[in-house]
T-cell receptor, first 111, second 114 residues
Framework: RKEVEQDPGPFNVPEGATVAFNCTYS??????FFWYRQDCRKEPKLLMS???SGNEDGRFTAQLNRASQYISLLIRDSKLSDSATYLC????????????FGSGTRLSIRP | DVKVTQSSRYLVKRTGEKVFLECVQD?????MFWYRQDPGLGLRLIYF???????EKGDIPEGYSVSREKKERFSLILESASTNQTSMYLC?????????????FGPGTRLTVL
């Protein structure tokens, strides 16, 4: 089983729609969680951290479910510019040098 | 503004050549990483370093070596390039204080081995 698993997509949704995707992780002791965004032919960049209580940043909401070992990302009122690959990232230990990247979920927003 | 730079955006080499990929970061970060990214396989960690002269194997170190003689610089070496090493190579760095969770990536080097 992979340490971090994501549905690769692609998710193809119309502009203005709400879209959500999940990511599961295998190590129950994992400490911290993130979503990164990667545009086509660009490097990944941090989108947002995921906190235990859930957190929101504008149209983006991230949630963590420790019992079921998954994190989710919800995008409301999607824009064309949201088209990208979204990478789920897990830090398995608080002092780890190495963080674990999922393979990414590709999102395409159509006009 | 954090910057991670890589020596080349595009590189074409021949099978058997020795290849050096250079990465420099300007944030005094302790941790540096080399990944390769291939369609359908995501980011795969080749090697990482948590301090000068220290290195750890990642998930796919075979065919690669690394060097970290200075804190800001982390080099990836392909001793004898092969066609299955054609890929996008991404360098990254991350600190251990402040916002130690954010990992910054360079723009990538697209390597083609003929």
């Amino acid at each position: 089983r992979k340490e971090v698993e994501q549905d690769p997509g692609p998710f193809n949704v119309p502009e203005g729609a709400t879209v959500a995707f999940n990511c599961t992780y295998s190590n129950s002791a994992s400490q911290s969680f993130f979503w990164y965004r990667q545009d086509c032919r660009k490097e990944p960049k941090l989108l947002m951290s995921v906190y235990s209580s859930g957190n929101e940043d504008g149209r983006f909401t991230a949630q963590l479910n420790r019992a079921s070992q998954y994190i989710s990302l919800l995008i409301r009122d999607s824009k064309l510019s949201d088209s990208a690959t979204y990478l789920c990232v897990v830090n398995p230990y608080s002092s780890a040098s190495k963080i674990i990247f999922g393979s990414g979920t590709r999102l395409s927003i159509r006009p | 503004d954090v910057k991670v730079t890589q020596s080349s955006r595009y590189l074409v080499k021949r099978t058997g050549e020795k290849v050096f990929l250079e990465c420099v970061q300007d944030m005094d970060h302790e941790n540096m990483f080399w990944y390769r990214q291939d369609p359908g396989l995501g980011l795969r960690l080749i090697y990482f370093s948590y301090d000068v002269k220290m290195k750890e194997k990642g998930d796919i170190p075979e065919g690669y070596s690394v060097s970290r003689e200075k804190k800001e610089r982390f080099s990836l070496i392909l001793e004898s390039a092969s066609t299955n090493q054609t890929s996008m190579y991404l360098c990254a760095s991350r600190g251990t204080s402040g916002n130690a969770n954010e990992q910054f990536f360079g723009p990538g080097t697209r390597l083609t081995v003929l």
